[in-house]
């Protein structure tokens, strides 16, 4: 299985982005997929996940603002951003774990202006 992540760009802060990340493999066998992000010098973090049943979940930084979704015919996971900040700059990736595999797509930057 392969992720293609794409999406990515520069926008101004209080804008928005859409990223995608699109499966080789059926979505639907992933027992959920997430959105991390990464910045030089720093851990990559948990920004978004949803699971098989499209429970979401968020990190604090935000809640509000983004907003995963991920469409199973598609073999494609979404995240829509809005209201972006400076802080947001960063590198993304898509992740998708089954019970016994774990896939990452490259990455797409995502660069907020102020």
């Known amino acids: 299985v392969q992720l293609q992540a794409s999406g990515g760009g520069l926008v101004q802060a209080g804008g928005s982005l859409r990223l995608s990340c699109a499966s080789s493999?059926?979505?639907?066998?992933?027992?959920?997929m997430a959105w991390f992000r990464q910045v030089p010098g720093k851990q990559r973090e948990l920004v978004a996940l949803i699971t098989s049943s499209n429970s979401a979940d968020y990190a604090d930084s935000v809640k509000g603002r983004f907003t995963i979704s991920r469409d199973n015919a598609k073999n494609t996971m979404y995240l829509a951003m809005s209201n972006l900040k400076p802080e947001d700059t960063a590198v993304y990736y898509c992740?998708?774990?089954?019970?016994?595999?774990?896939?990452w797509g490259q990455g797409t930057l995502v660069t907020v202006s102020s």
């Open positions: 992740n998708a774990r089954t019970w016994g595999s774990n896939y």
């Open positions: 493999g059926s979505a639907a066998n992933f027992n959920y």
